[in-house]
């Protein structure tokens, strides 16, 4: 199977997607000549992102991200330090202006799903720092004790009304 690359001014060329993503993206950067430092990915002709960069298994065979004998625009991710998505840059001379609208659209989302994400995680650090509560429970008749709620017993309670003993 093989998709046709697009860059520069009305360039391509074809690649075989019998490979892991990784590797797919390495082949792409070495033919544009781009940094091995350089966050890519491709879009498909509608400006969609395929989001190849984020893939949780990166040697996933790149024929189930890409649609065989499609063509896809390489495209920079362009980020700050602290990880915040700027812009998605295609590397085509003259790109149509809704391909930039629907690039600009994607790196918007892409930065609300970060700080989403960011704040999920503050929110689960949050909650594990905080200490757990101990409570009173009625044991019997009258008696209080407490309880905490954390602690595992070293011996369960079991029941022994009803049972004959063994000795």
């Keep these: 199977m093989f998709v046709y ?3 520069g001014d009305g360039e391509q060329f074809l690649t075989n997607t019998n490979c892991p993503v990784t590797l797919l993206l390495q082949h792409v950067r070495a ?6 430092s350089d966050l890519v990915d491709l879009c498909d002709e509608r400006g969609v992102l395929k989001l190849l960069f984020l893939l949780q298994q990166p040697q996933e065979s790149a024929s189930r ?8 625009t390489v495209c920079s991710i362009n980020r700050q330090s602290d990880g915040a998505y700027v812009s998605v840059t295609p590397h085509v001379v003259n790109p149509d202006p809704s391909l930039l609208e629907a690039l600009q659209t994607q790196t918007d989302n892409l930065e609300k799903a970060r700080l989403k994400y960011l704040r999920a995680l503050e929110d689960k650090r949050s909650s594990v ?3 757990s509560q101990t409570q009173a429970t009625p044991q019997g008749k009258g008696k209080g004790k407490n309880v905490h709620m954390d602690i595992v017993d070293d011996e369960p309670q079991r029941r022994t009304v009803g049972r004959r003993s063994r000795n």
């Excluded at 033919?31 to 091995?36: A, C, D, I, N």
Aim: proline content about 10%; cysteine-free; glycine content about 4%.
């Design 5 to 7: 690359i697009k860059h």
């Design 31 to 36: 033919k544009l000549g781009l940094p091995e």
């Design 65 to 72: 991200q890409l649609t065989s004998r499609s063509t896809y």
């Design 129 to 131: 720092e905080t200490p």
